[in-house]
């Protein structure tokens, strides 16, 4: 059973190699500019970094269609490149998680070239044909409106394959027992490299049953989901699996595991998606619906909470009434939007920049159950560029300083070009002016992720939402080894003055003490505390004063 459970308190930073850092000139980030950038992550208050795909890749979906699972694409690096980039992170106390894109590989891998080239080749198996156009071709899209069709037919094989993404990302065929066992080969690989763990992509897809005759709710294989985390319990007893899995409440624990030996951590993606319902509509409730209903999992699980990601904001779980209310208060143009499902922008554009509403988002995100994920660049409020395509639009190069583009390159053509016009351009948001205002958002950004570092009852602890009687307040209490935190956050742009219980047991010493403000609130007579909000305000409350910590039950 694993004993580091690290991941239960931790912060994320998720980046992209090739956008992030170009150390070499040639316009394109790699593995030695990223280890440049090691302190500025460190200072932020990271603890863990994830990785986009850096493997070999065409790159015609961001990297996620993967040509050589054991290697780094020339662009980033090399192998040796990442190694000393692991072992600079290891310096600094940062583990580093990579993302595992085994539900597909590229269609230029030399295993789908050698599967297309021969019928006898002992890697036709490890993809999924069909000698007749199945009848399902035109269902189970992942990007409708964009993609066409499930299944393509490939002239040199004189068959159709399947491919739940693009066509150019043929699925491989997990329930070949060869397949699995590659699998964990790579994880293997990359452990021994110096990896804390992986992200995995696409994790229904990955143990769905895959077939022409398969039907629109495929067997889900979820033995494959206890396999992968013995392996890691054998290789790495602290390497952990963060799931993609944008699953419904019922099926947590499928995924989890009911002795909690299946994935370490999931995205929670019904919480996401009911915070932004929650914001557009300046109402709590919904994300304390979401909340209940994804409470249940094992001890030593953990949900990933984020706002935004590499992807669209996916709000494929809400109504549609719901997600044309979302649409409309942060995506309301038809370009901003994406699959008829999601948002394509930043988070700061889709608030309008606001910086109180920012500030209270990410206060809230810090404060709901789990841990935190923060996408590079969101630290300083960057911008999108909506004149790129699809999903590219909210992946620019970090904007670093307000010099030649941005700092991250000397080049005069980058990989994607660095917003340089607008209120978001780099001239007017980057890391280097942010540094020396007091006020920024980088600086406040350090001082949350301290404080939620020192606040590991939200990591650990048990959660319940307290009344407040003001739909556009919420108010979480947590509780872990005798001690309680009360987080408090108003949704709304006008200020209110609510009461509410502490929960404390003790009434003598009953006080909510502030840890942000060091303010200080006493109960009433009435055994309730009257706390104001500002518009968008927040206060994140110790129980009992801040020498409860004193009295931490050990574990």
Request: hydrophobic share 40%; aromatic share 12%.
């Amino acid at each position: 059973m694993i004993t580091d459970l690290w991941y239960k308190n931790a912060v994320i930073y998720c980046l992209s190699v090739g956008t992030f850092m170009d150390a070499n000139g040639d316009g394109v980030g790699d593995f030695a500019g990223l280890e440049r950038r090691l302190d500025y992550i460190q200072g932020l208050g990271a603890t863990a970094i994830w990785l986009m795909p850096f493997q070999p890749s065409p790159k015609k979906d961001g990297g996620y269609d993967i040509a050589d699972y054991y290697g780094v694409d020339p662009a980033y690096g090399s192998l040796g490149d990442f190694v000393a980039f692991t072992h600079a992170a290891k310096q600094r106390g940062l583990r580093v998680l990579i993302d595992l894109v085994v539900n597909h590989t590229s269609d230029q891998h030399p295993w789908f070239q050698a599967a297309r080239a021969d019928p006898n080749s002992p890697y036709r198996d490890w993809y999924v044909w069909s000698d007749e156009r199945p009848a399902t071709a035109d269902e189970g899209m992942v990007f409708p409106g964009v993609q066409d069709t499930t299944w393509t037919y490939d002239a040199k094989a004189k068959a159709w394959y399947f491919h739940r993404f693009f066509n150019f990302q043929p699925d491989l065929n997990t329930a070949n027992p060869a397949v699995l066992a590659e699998i964990l080969k790579i994880m293997g690989f990359w452990i021994q490299l110096g990896v804390s763990g992986f992200r995995m992509d696409a994790v229904p897809f990955v143990i769905a049953e895959k077939g022409a005759d398969v039907g629109g709710k495929p067997r889900e294989q979820f033995d494959m989901l206890r396999d992968f985390r013995e392996f890691l319990q054998w290789r790495q007893g602290d390497a952990i699996i963060l799931a993609e899995a944008n699953i419904l409440p019922n099926q947590d624990f499928a995924y989890f595991g009911d002795d909690a030996d299946r994935m370490h951590m999931m995205f929670n993606f019904q919480v996401n998606q009911a915070t932004f319902y929650a914001l557009a509509g300046h109402d709590a409730r919904p994300l304390v619906k979401a909340i209940e209903k994804t409470k249940p999992r094992p001890l030593s699980c953990q949900w990933g909470i984020f706002l935004r990601n590499h992807d669209e904001l996916d709000l494929g779980r809400l109504t549609e009434a719901q997600r044309q209310a979302v649409f409309a208060e942060f995506g309301p143009e038809k370009h901003m939007q994406l699959y008829d499902r999601g948002i394509r922008r930043r988070f700061a554009p889709m608030l309008a920049g606001d910086p109180r509403r920012i500030r209270m988002a990410y206060s809230l995100m810090f404060t709901l159950p789990g841990t935190p994920v923060l996408r590079y660049g969101d630290e300083i409020g960057m911008g999108d560029d909506l004149a790129l395509k699809e999903r590219d639009c909210a992946r620019t190069p970090m904007q670093w300083t307000g010099e030649h583009q941005g700092g991250f390159s000397k080049a005069d053509t980058t990989v994607l070009p660095v917003i340089d016009h607008g209120p978001y351009g780099y001239a007017h948001v980057n890391v280097a002016d942010q540094r020396h205002e007091r006020d920024s958002l980088l600086n406040w950004m350090q001082s949350i992720i301290r404080q939620r570092k020192e606040t590991p009852e939200i990591g650990w602890g048990d959660v319940v939402a307290v009344p407040t009687g003001k739909n556009s307040v919420l108010a979480l209490r947590y509780e872990w080894r005798g001690n309680a935190v009360l987080c408090v956050h108003n949704l709304a742009a006008e200020p209110v003055e609510i009461a509410l219980e502490s929960g404390s047991p003790d009434p003598e010493h009953d006080v909510l003490v502030d840890v942000l403000t060091g303010a200080r609130s006493a109960v009433r007579d009435d055994g309730t505390h009257c706390v104001f909000l500002e518009g968008y305000g927040y206060h994140w409350y110790r129980v009992g004063g801040l020498d409860a910590l004193l009295k931490r039950r050990p574990a």
